[in-house]
């Protein structure tokens, strides 16, 4: 019987580099598994649909949160966002450690459902370096730019709630700070049953 998986959820503000600390987990580490979101924004260049994300339209959107098929969804910047439910649950329940990355709302919601999700909130240095980020990848208006920036603060308020806080400065570091942080949660006495259980068994055949 496999120990049951870790449930992984990183959130930042929107260009603070999460798909690039995401990809270079998920590059360094073959056992982690990204579960892809479902939204009904457009793909952007390169996207690929069923790769980072499956696209929907809104009427079909709706028909996966009427059939509760999403662990969470949420309304941000103009567009529906969501998890596939039943991809995490049996992924967690066969011991494969699951990742998701999606947004402050999103994650709250999955710590609700399942407590034992851990919740990591990736910051940029300073609000000013975030700025630059959101300017230098071009791929938002100026009006974006600055509802982003807006959300930015209330999403910074959040991140009280999350079980860690890891400083984006430096890509490869960000990432093996996320990385010390899965290894820690594997090794709580939690996530530790079946060794338990073994060592205990063992034991009393003394």
Partial sequence: MNEKGLLLVISGPSG???????????KDDP??????????????????????????????????KQKEQLLEWAYVYGNYYGTDKQYVLESLKKGRNVLLEI?????????????????????????AELRQ????????????????????????KSAQKYDYIVINDDVSLAAQKIRSVITAEKLRP?????????????????
């Fill in 190 to 206: 939690c996530n530790q049953n079946k060794l338990l259980s073994e060592l205990i068994t063992e034991g009393s055949h003394e």
């Fill in 133 to 156: 980020r959101l300017e230098g990848r071009a791929t938002d208006s100026q009006p974006d730019i600055e509802r982003r920036l807006a959300s930015f603060i209330e999403e910074v």
């Fill in 16 to 26: 603070v580099g999460k798909g690039t600390i995401v990809s270079t987990l998920l």
């Fill in 31 to 64: 056992e982690l598994r990204l579960a892809i979101s479902a939204t009904t924004r457009s793909p952007r260049m390169g996207e690929k649909d069923g790769v980072c994300y499956r696209f929907f339209n809104l009427e079909e959107f709706e028909q996966l």
């Fill in 103 to 127: 947004d402050v709302q999103g994650a709250l919601e999955v710590k609700e459902k399942l407590p034992g999700a851990v919740l990591v909130f990736v910051t940029p240095p300073s609000s």
